[in-house]
């Protein structure tokens, strides 16, 4: 900070990781889902909920932003600004995807859902995405 080195590391250690997912998709104009889960017979792209642990997004673009939707099982939304080069962790729990989403007019009334979906969508031109995804 200010040419000072502050000193401070933070460590995630998940035990039994079995499933680790890494791809880089070009997000376009339009919305594209990037991630999905379900909790039962997930397919190719589509994560098992209880089993996800961390999950990260990075633009890699050097000029345009990219907007995260997150969407969840009782149809709630919100919606993330991925500026250039910067990344952002989506919050999991314990139990995967589940139960740990809330999008409501009032932030004080919190009813946490399931995340079902991340979508994507470019702003001003497309732009390239790493998804990181580690489960158990």
Not at 34 to 56: K, M, S, W
């Amino acid at each position: 900070l200010n040419g000072q080195d502050k000193g401070s590391t933070n460590v995630l250690t998940i035990a039994s990781v079995v499933e680790v997912s890494q791809r880089i998709v070009e997000v376009p104009l339009s919305e594209i889902t990037i991630l999905a889960f379900q909790a039962t017979n997930p397919g190719a792209g589509t994560f098992d909920e209880a089993d996800v642990r961390y999950i990260r997004l990075t633009n890699k673009d050097d000029t345009n932003f990219i907007q995260i939707i997150i969407a969840s099982e009782n149809s709630n939304e919100s919606a993330h600004k991925l500026e250039k080069g910067h990344s952002m962790l989506i919050a999991v729990s314990d139990e995967g995807v589940v139960n740990v989403h809330d999008a409501d007019s009032s932030a004080l009334t919190v009813s946490f859902d399931d995340i079902t979906s991340i979508t994507a969508l470019a702003d001003t031109a497309a732009c390239d995405i790493e998804i990181f995804v580690a489960g158990v």
